[in-house]
């Protein structure tokens, strides 16, 4: 090892670790396939290496706490000689004096402090990954052998870490069982269908947590503004509130964000931040920017030339009407409503069970806050087989041959998912388009793609457009299971945990028996048949005692 020149030169035979820089140069000549293959391999194993730093830095922290509690014992260890001793000692406890502050730091401040200087990391990141450690390996042990086999990331870790902070110790056996088989059934799945996921299972075996989680949610609630760190001259704000609370805030931007004119110059992106401003200016009207609502310049600073040039323009159009606004939906100057979409069983509704519900963009809610969320809201309801819409003209036109899907079978579709289904990506599923994996034919409605739920899928904008124009390749099967081919040959499983796995009655039906698959089972309903007949005939031919 090396120091000199400002930095540190470590070689791969002392530190004992292989160098890559071989792998690197071999990485230049593989084929795109042969690359993805090395990134997949690569996340797997920095999944292992994860969970070897969170145990390493549980461990750290075992170690430094035996270290402090050895130091002191040596100097105090807590044996009291005299009944007055034993009286102060009681009085500054009941006072909240610590008898060891003098030995401080404690074991855990000293492993916070190693574990940010080996890291170079803040003592907050120190102490997060400390207590994740702890978890892995005493809470969430079977979730946390996923992360060393790569099945799980360590930001998918972290996400059931913090989803099951609230389940008591003798819940917390079968929820990290569950947890881990269901990891382990089903393929990699997004962030969002991850948490989704964690959150059912918590609801399912651990209801008490969620009471805990909604009551202490209102507790914690709180804003931080500060400067960005990576952006000069920007600020950036964070926070955390009840989901009910954001879920209202996020939909009244976005609602105030969508009042504007088409042709208004910002993005989104932008419009939801002054929408954020103009509720804090006590508005709840976005004012528009598009060409024709800005305000007219004046000619108080117009010099002569320019002056003439706008009366002869004036002149030029006397009697046109100017120019008119493009209609928007929402009409500028009133103030827009808010609209969020929520998922949940009608028995729920009526109080009949305390089922969570799915509220998009925000994850599971659970039944009470859900109750009053619905409480003035517009309802719809959907069974799993949805009216198709389509006018009937002398004879009924045949299922699915209309390209636009009806309003129920599109709220069908995005109830039955969580997001967009291709993998990976979490946008919620009422922003996205609804997309025909077998495209639909507009020459020939009868021989193309049908507008069924079986041939249709969630897709945000942007991987819409990559399926369609790019070389990807999908299939979805019978039930509603949405597979992608990227280019290079691999196949992903875009919703591996979705809507229909929360809420069973939206699964499609089964389909129509084949005659090969009714031929089969009626060869099984033979060979059961045959063989209860054979133990009958063998228990009546030997009565008991054998």
């Known amino acids: 090892m090396q120091f000199g020149g400002g930095g540190a030169e470590i070689s791969g035979e002392e530190s004992g670790v292989e160098s890559p820089l071989p792998a690197v140069v071999v990485d230049n000549e593989l084929s795109a396939t042969e690359l993805v293959d090395v990134i997949t391999h690569c996340a797997s194993i920095t999944s292992a290496a994860s969970y070897r730093l969170l145990t390493a830095a549980s461990l750290l922290h075992e170690e430094r706490e035996l270290d402090y509690h050895l130091r002191r014992t040596e100097h105090h260890d807590g044996q009291v000689f005299s009944e007055d001793d034993l009286h102060r000692r009681a009085a500054d406890a009941a006072a909240g004096i610590d008898p060891y502050a003098q030995f401080r730091p404690d074991g855990f401040d000293q492993a916070t402090a190693e574990l940010g200087a080996a890291l170079m990391i803040t003592a907050a990141q120190a102490r997060e990954l400390i207590r994740t450690g702890d978890v892995l390996r005493y809470r969430l042990m079977l979730t946390g052998s996923t992360l060393a086999c790569g099945r799980i990331d360590q930001k998918r870790f972290e996400i059931a870490v913090r989803r099951t902070d609230f389940v008591s110790d003798a819940d917390m056996p079968a929820v990290d069982a569950h947890l881990a088989e269901a990891i382990l059934a089903r393929p990699p799945m997004s962030t969002t269908q991850f948490t989704t996921m964690v959150d059912a299972i918590v609801a399912t075996h651990a209801p008490d947590a969620v009471r805990r989680r909604r009551e202490r949610a209102g507790d914690d609630r709180h804003i931080t503004i500060g400067p960005d760190r990576f952006g000069p001259g920007q600020s950036r704000i964070s926070g955390s509130l ?15 964000a969508a009042s504007v004119h088409p042709h208004d110059p910002r993005t989104k992106r932008q419009r939801r931040i002054d929408a954020l401003l103009a509720l804090a200016a006590h508005l709840d009207v976005l004012a528009c920017r598009c060409p024709h609502c800005a305000p007219p310049a004046t000619t108080t600073d117009l010099d002569d030339t320019d002056r003439n040039d706008t009366d002869r323009d004036d002149e030029h159009d006397t009697g046109r009407a100017g120019p008119q606004p493009d209609p928007s939906p929402e009409v500028p100057g009133r103030a827009p409503v808010p609209t969020f979409h929520i998922v949940v069983n009608l028995t729920t509704l009526l109080g009949l069970d305390q089922e969570s519900g799915f509220l998009d963009g925000h994850g599971l809610v659970d039944a009470d806050t859900l109750r009053s969320l619905l409480a003035d809201a517009r309802r719809s309801f959907i069974t799993g087989q949805p009216n198709t819409g389509q006018p009937i003209t002398g004879q009924q036109q045949p299922t699915g041959t209309r390209y636009t899907p009806s309003r129920a079978l599109q709220t069908l579709v995005r109830c039955g998912e969580l997001g967009c289904t291709f993998p990976g990506c979490t946008q919620p599923v009422w922003t996205t388009d609804l997309d025909h994996t077998i495209p639909f034919d507009h020459h020939t409605p009868t021989t193309g793609g049908a507008t069924t739920q079986r041939n249709l899928k969630p897709l945000c904008r942007f991987h819409h457009r990559i399926k369609t124009f790019g070389m990807w390749r999908d299939y979805q ?40 698959r009714s031929h089969l089972a009626e060869q099984r309903d033979t060979r059961t048949t045959t063989r209860r007949r054979e133990l009958d005939a063998w228990e009546a031919a030997n009565p008991p005692p054998f």
């Open 242 to 256: 009840p989901v009910t609370d954001a879920a209202t805030l996020d939909a009244q931007l976005n609602a105030m």
């Open 477 to 516: 099967d019978e039930y509603c299971t949405a597979w992608f081919c990227s280019p290079t040959g691999h196949t992903f499983v875009g919703n591996a945990f979705n809507g229909r796995d929360l809420f069973g009655y939206l699964v499609p039906r089964q389909p129509p028996d084949h005659p090969a």
